[in-house]
C-alpha cells in the first residue's frame, strides 16, 4: 500500500488543524475559541495516526514529527480548500463546514477499507467529525439566516470557496487502485451525497447554492496555492532552526 | 494488575480513575513485562500521553519489572464504557455523567440548556440548569 494514501487525509487533518489554531484568542467569543480549538486538538490527533501510519508505510525512517515538519509544501497532499486562509468567521465557518461534510462521508467509506488500519483510524476520526460537522452546519445556518449583515458575509464566504469544494470529487491514479482493490474509495462518489446535503443546509439558512462548476485542482498532487507555503513556513520553523529543541 | 489500575487517576479529572473512564482494555503479563492496552478517549486528547507514563510508573511501583503500554484504536472509545462507579464519581464533583439527557448533577433536574459544545477537555460540553441556575460541564454522549 502507498504511503501517499493515509498521507493524503492525514495532510488535511492536519492543515485544517493549524488552520483553526490561529483562531485561538481571536474567536468572537470565548465558546468559539474553545470550540476551534478543541476541533483542532481532534483533528491534530486524527493527523497522528494517518502520519504515522504513513511514515511506517514508507519505512524510510521519517515519523509523525519528521513528515509534519521536514517536507515543503510540493510534498504535502491536502486538498486546496483546507490550506485557504482563515479570513473572517463566515470564512472559516464555510471552509469548516464544506471539509467536515466531506469528511465525514470519506470516513464513512474507509470504515470499510479492507485495510485494518486505514478502518480503525477512520472509524475513530469519523465519531469525532461527526461532531464538528453539527458545530459548523449550525454557525452556516445560524450566520446565513442571522442578519443581512451575517448573510451577506455568509453568502460571500460560501461564493469565494466554492471553487475548491470540486476537487474533493475528482479521482486521480491512485484513488483508482485504491477504490479497486477495496482500500479506499472512488471520490466522485461522494458528490451527489454532499451536494444533496449542500441543498438541505444551505436552504435552512436562506443561502444561494453557488452555480458555479470550474474547479481548483492540484493539493492532492502537491500542486498547493501560495497559501500554503507561508502557512507551512510558520509552522515549522523552531523544529527546522532548532532540530533538538525539545519540550 | 487491573486493581492497581484503578489507582491511576485522569490527569484532568483526578477523580476519576483510568479505569473508570473504561479506557484500559487488556493487561496481561508476557514473561516478565506487564502489556497494557490503552484506548484513547479522543484522538487529541493530550492526557493520553500522560497517562501512558503514570501507568508505567504505577506498575514499576508495584514491582513490575518492565511494563509495555500500547494503544489500541479499534473499537473507538465510547462513553459506554464509563463505569458505574465513574458516573457516580463525576456526579459527586459535579460533572453531569454522560446520559441519553444530560441532568443536573446539582438538583438533579432535566430542565437544562447547552451553552456550548466543547469545554475545558475534549469530553465534555458546556451546560446551564434552568432550575437552580447553576451552570456545569457534562460529559457528552460519544
Given at each position: 500500500m502507498p504511503a501517499e494514501y493515509p498521507l493524503r487525509f492525514g495532510d488535511n487533518a492536519l492543515v485544517l488543524a493549524q488552520r483553526l489554531c490561529a483562531w485561538v484568542g481571536h474567536a468572537p467569543v470565548m465558546e468559539e475559541d474553545?470550540?476551534?480549538?478543541?476541533?483542532a486538538l481532534d483533528l491534530f490527533g486524527q493527523a497522528r495516526l494517518w502520519l504515522s501510519y504513513a511514515g511506517e508505510l514508507e519505512a524510510r525512517g521519517r515519523d509523525e514529527d519528521a513528515l509534519t515538519f521536514h517536507r515543503d509544501a510540493r510534498e504535502f497532499?491536502?486538498?486546496?480548500?483546507?490550506?485557504?486562509?482563515?479570513?473572517?468567521?463566515?470564512?472559516?465557518?464555510?471552509?469548516?463546514?464544506?471539509?467536515?461534510?466531506w469528511a465525514s462521508l470519506a470516513l464513512g467509506e474507509l470504515t470499510r477499507s479492507g485495510?485494518?488500519?486505514?478502518?480503525?483510524?477512520?472509524?475513530?476520526a469519523l465519531k469525532e467529525v461527526r461532531y464538528h460537522l453539527r458545530r459548523s452546519q449550525d454557525w452556516l445556518i445560524r450566520l446565513g439566516d442571522g442578519t443581512p449583515e451575517s448573510h451577506a458575509r455568509m453568502q460571500r464566504a460560501a461564493d469565494g470557496l466554492w471553487r475548491f469544494t470540486g476537487e474533493l470529487f475528482i479521482?486521480?491514479?491512485?484513488?483508482?487502485?485504491?477504490a479497486a482493490n477495496g482500500t479506499g474509495f472512488a471520490p466522485e462518489r461522494l458528490r451527489d451525497p454532499w451536494l444533496e446535503r449542500v441543498h438541505e443546509a444551505f436552504s435552512a439558512a436562506t443561502l444561494t447554492v453557488p452555480a458555479g462548476t470550474w474547479t481548483q485542482r492540484g493539493g492532492k498532487q502537491g500542486v498547493h496555492t501560495e497559501a500554503l507555503g507561508y502557512m507551512l513556513a510558520e509552522m515549522q520553523v523552531l523544529p527546522r532552526a532548532m532540530p533538538e529543541a525539545r519540550w | 494488575m487491573y486493581r492497581i489500575l484503578d489507582d491511576v487517576p485522569d490527569p484532568e479529572m483526578p477523580f476519576v480513575s483510568i479505569t473508570d473512564l473504561g479506557i484500559v482494555r487488556d493487561v496481561r503479563l508476557d514473561g516478565d513485562t506487564v502489556v497494557v492496552a490503552l484506548t484513547p478517549t479522543y484522538s487529541g486528547c493530550p492526557a493520553t500521553q500522560v497517562i501512558q507514563g503514570d501507568v508505567v510508573r504505577t506498575l514499576r511501583e508495584h514491582g513490575a519489572k518492565d511494563v509495555r503500554v500500547g494503544v489500541r484504536i479499534a473499537p473507538p472509545w465510547s462513553t459506554d464504557w464509563i463505569?458505574?462507579?465513574?458516573?457516580?464519581?463525576?456526579?459527586?464533583a459535579g460533572i453531569a455523567p454522560p446520559a441519553p439527557h444530560a441532568r443536573c448533577p446539582r438538583c438533579g433536574s432535566g430542565s437544562v440548556r447547552e451553552l456550548s459544545r466543547f469545554g475545558a477537555t475534549p469530553c465534555k460540553a458546556l451546560y446551564r440548569c434552568n432550575a437552580c441556575d447553576e451552570p456545569f460541564e457534562y460529559v457528552k454522549p460519544f
Open positions: 474553545v470550540a476551534l480549538a478543541n476541533v497532499c491536502n486538498v486546496l480548500l483546507v490550506e485557504h486562509e482563515n479570513g473572517d468567521f463566515a470564512d472559516t465557518t464555510a471552509r469548516s463546514y464544506f471539509y467536515d461534510l485495510d485494518e488500519r486505514i478502518a480503525a483510524i477512520a472509524q475513530k479521482g486521480d491514479r491512485l484513488d483508482d487502485e485504491m | 463505569t458505574e462507579r465513574g458516573h457516580e464519581r463525576l456526579r459527586a
